[in-house]
Each structure stands twice: as structure tokens, then as C-alpha cells.
């Protein structure tokens, strides 16, 4: 086995841990399954996660991570006449291309309000959701040349919501085309709350 430095190692077995509960589900989670996974020792997991609450913690970050850089890279290369819908886009495909991992990613929030030892994962999920939200709605108002005429915290949330509403219909349905529908009239509306900001 490769000796890895601490912070590499640990993105390794979280890419291994989202692996193993992708595939196998939340039960059949074990340290020992994402050990195998990795492809480590078992003493090796236990040294850089204290147990599998603190791995699962450390995946549902890494899956709002990945979705935050996603959309962030849309808004970045766009022309303002496209950033919205790029952005929109972007992030069906996403969800289209790793079902397993958005339906992980709720049913670690549901875990927690029951399971003690992952309790306030939930409210973490919300909290940096929102903050990813309102870190895409800042992107947005920068790249298209606007200013919000709602607070931006209560268009975060509307964002949130909404998007949370979308992606688990079309985890029920797989419904590709009413997802982008319901994203893009979404984006509409909240792109319709904007106005021209003033020039300097």
C-alpha cells in the first residue's frame, strides 16, 4: 500500500465511501466494505475517520462540493445571454449522470433525523446548500450585469427548494425533460427578479 499524505488519503476513502453507499446503500455501509473499497487496511480508515458518521459527513460535503464547482464553472465561460441556461443545464446533466449519488445525498439528510450519531447532518445539508445557492445567485447577478430585488438570502432559498423539489421528482419518473423544464422555469423566475445594475 502507497503511504499517502493524511489529506489525500482522506479523499480517497471518501471517494471510496461514496462509492461503497452509491452501490450498496446507507446499510450496507461499513467501515470494513469502504476499507475493501480503497483497497486499505482497516486500521488505515480508523486513523483518518473516527467512525462512519464522520466518513458519510465528509461525502454529503463532497457531493454539494462538486455541484457547487459544477455550476460555478457554467457561470464562469458563458456569455450573459447563455450563463443562466448553462448553468441550468449543467447541472441536469450532473443529476442525469450520477442518480445514485442526489438520492444518497437525501437519504443521508432523512438518516440524520433519525439516526443520533448522524444528527444535524440535515441541518448542515441546508446550510451549505443555501450557502452554495446564494454563492450561484452572486455568479449569476455578476455575470448577466444585475442586482437582486429580493433579498438574496430569501432567492437562495427559493433556489434550494425548488431545486431539492425537481431533482427528487426526477428521481422518482427519470423524467429528463420535465427536470430541465422545472429548472429553467425556476431560473426564469428568478432571473425575472433582477434588475440592470447601475453602471459605474
Not at 162 to 173: C, K, N, Q, S
Request: net charge negative; charged share 25%.
Amino acid at each position: 500500500m502507497t503511504r499517502l499524505p493524511i489529506d489525500q488519503r482522506r479523499r480517497q476513502l471518501v471517494r471510496a465511501a461514496l462509492v461503497v453507499a452509491t452501490r450498496e446503500g446507507l446499510d450496507r455501509t461499513t467501515m470494513r466494505a469502504i476499507a475493501a473499497e480503497a483497497d486499505v487496511a482497516l486500521g488505515v480508515l480508523h486513523y483518518c475517520f473516527t467512525d462512519k458518521a464522520e466518513i458519510l459527513r465528509a461525502v454529503a460535503e463532497h457531493i454539494h462540493t462538486a455541484g457547487l464547482d459544477v455550476a460555478l464553472a457554467a457561470a464562469g465561460h458563458q456569455p450573459p445571454d447563455r450563463l443562466v441556461a448553462s448553468v441550468v443545464e449543467a447541472y441536469v446533466a450532473m443529476v442525469v449522470v450520477a442518480p445514485r449519488q442526489y438520492q444518497l445525498e437525501l437519504e443521508l439528510a432523512m438518516a440524520s433525523l433519525r439516526d443520533p450519531e448522524l444528527a444535524g447532518l440535515a441541518a448542515d445539508r441546508q446550510t451549505t446548500k443555501l450557502a452554495n445557492a446564494r454563492s450561484v445567485l452572486d455568479a449569476v447577478a455578476d455575470g448577466v450585469g444585475l442586482v437582486w430585488t429580493v433579498p438574496v438570502d430569501v432567492l437562495a432559498r427559493r433556489l434550494t427548494l425548488e431545486t431539492d423539489g425537481a431533482v427528487l421528482a426526477w428521481l422518482i419518473d427519470r423524467d429528463d425533460e420535465a427536470l430541465a423544464t422545472a429548472l429553467h422555469d425556476t431560473a426564469g423566475r428568478l432571473r425575472a427578479l433582477g434588475r440592470p445594475a447601475p453602471r459605474p
